[in-house]
């Protein structure tokens, strides 16, 4: 048929203003609405990042633009891209549907998070293929894209270019670059998870391609539950490297493609001031965004998964 495929380009959502903040963090919190302590500290974090309130929403639109132009250029009218977001309008069933209302009958899916855990990328993928069966769509899904050479190129360049914000090649060897991931309950790795191997393999080939000695892999914005999280944590980390001596932290959130509340909050405000107070100074690479060779990386996964619908 020409019926073009649909791609549904999943992401985790941000609320849509300062009035769905309680919402949001009712849906992430499976239908337990936070308590109003929990609920101002959330909405105190959003009030404090730069870049507008909830930029994240803003580098979605930008990416789906921007999967569909390189679709578009390699294959003309044979893709049309759809959002579905974990947690905040469209959702990922908003999506499904409205490819089954634009007469689409096979699509591919894909999540704006390179690394597979059965708790992140498994729910997005779970939940549109439960959503395609009820509307009749064939679906395929690219699981994860943790080492695809133009995703570690673009991470790579990121490197490079903070790194020589320290200075020149002797200031840029004192530096330890600290590669980091969200955590996730430590009960995955019981579970044969391939979450921690998938980041620490992307922070490897990334680091080789950038040259970096010195490295490390810690976790970031771990859940406030009562379950034991992956770590170590970024602070603990960094009081551990204050205490070695170590004095300039490049921060490298691999985990995370996009502007948003875990990296401008978490590490560019909480992490930043934390590593000032020990005497180190902190910088973070770039997130990837809409650049380029991200955008190609997603449209050729695309276009992969979709030759082998039946
Ligand atoms: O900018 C924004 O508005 C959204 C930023 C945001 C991103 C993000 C990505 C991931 N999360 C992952 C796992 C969990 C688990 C819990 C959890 C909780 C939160 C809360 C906020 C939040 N997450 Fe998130 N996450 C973002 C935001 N996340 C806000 C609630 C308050 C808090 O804990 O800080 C714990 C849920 C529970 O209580 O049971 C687990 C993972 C990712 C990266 C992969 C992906 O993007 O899907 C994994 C962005």
Not at 85 to 99: C, N, S
């Amino acid at each position: 048929t020409n019926r073009p495929v649909g791609v549904l380009v999943m992401s985790y959502g941000t609320p849509k203003s300062m009035d769905h903040i309680e919402a949001y963090y009712t849906h992430i919190r499976r239908g337990h609405p936070p308590t109003p302590e929990q609920l101002a500290e959330l909405t105190a974090r959003y009030e404090a990042i730069v870049g507008g309130v909830f930029p994240l929403r803003e580098n979605t639109d930008r990416q789906a633009a921007g999967v569909q132009a390189q679709l578009d250029r390699e294959h003309p009218g044979a893709y049309k891209v759809y959002q579905g977001l974990k947690h905040a309008e469209p959702f990922i069933e908003d999506g499904v549907k409205a490819m089954a209302a634009d007469g689409i009958r096979e699509a591919v899916g894909i999540v704006l998070a390179p690394h597979y855990s059965v708790m992140s990328v498994g729910s997005y993928i779970k939940r549109a293929r439960e959503a395609a069966e009820a509307e009749g769509i064939q679906m395929a899904f690219v699981e994860s894209y943790h080492l695809h050479p133009k995703l570690i190129e673009a991470i790579a360049v990121r490197l490079r270019s903070a790194l020589a914000r320290f200075g020149g090649p002797e200031e840029q060897r004192r530096v330890k670059v600290l590669f980091s991931a969200h955590s996730l309950p430590e009960r995955i790795l019981s579970m044969g998870d391939p979450y921690v191997d998938q980041l620490l393999a992307t922070s490897r080939a990334a680091a080789e391609a950038a040259g970096v000695a010195d490295w490390e892999f810690t976790w970031q914005s771990a859940g406030r539950t009562n379950e034991p999280w992956l770590g170590p944590d970024i602070l603990d980390m960094l009081d551990r490297l204050a205490k070695e001596g170590v004095k300039a932290v490049l921060s490298a959130p691999i985990g995370f493609v996009s502007d948003h509340l875990e990296v401008l909050y978490d590490l560019d405000i909480e992490a930043k001031q934390f590593a000032a107070e020990r005497g180190i100074r902190f910088e973070r690479i770039d997130m990837l965004n809409d650049d380029p060779l991200y955008m190609e990386t997603l449209a050729e996964l695309a276009a992969e998964a979709a030759a082998g619908l039946p």
